[in-house]
């Protein structure tokens, strides 16, 4: 899907982002959430695409938010930060095959290099691919990105 403005983006963040800047700073750095919001729109304008950047703790309004992609196909691409459900969810991988919507996945922390149970992704497998490891600016690349995909 183009827009009137090229590409639309739709970056997602899930558990626990709200907390940015709050939450482990020695992890995930002390960029807010809205530092990370200004990250994905300077991306978009940069490459005159659209973006939308949402954030829930609630995995139904999650998953709602991917159907109506499904259905609408009013997004070129996915940027996601599935946080705690990269490694528990199933039903958000399986949300996230969508035909022709490449899913691009996002991790702050190098979450290869932290516990085990980091170390596997639900998402991944369906992923165009993953960025972990390189703090906020992980998600520059990825809407850059996501817009080559679209
Ligand atoms: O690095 C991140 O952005 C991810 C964010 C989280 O909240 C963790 O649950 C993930 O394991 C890592």
Redesign the pocket.
Known sequence: YSGAMGPRILVLN????NMLGV?QPQ??GDNSYADIVEICRKAASERSAEVEVRQTNDESELLGWIHAVARERNFSAIVI?P??W??TSVALADALVIPEVPIIE??????HA?EPF?HHSYVSPIAAGVI?GFGPAGYRYAVDRAVDLS
């Open positions: 899930g558990p626990n982002l939450r992890v995930y930060n946080a705690a990269t490694h996002v991790h702050i922390s190098n979450v932290r980091r972990a």
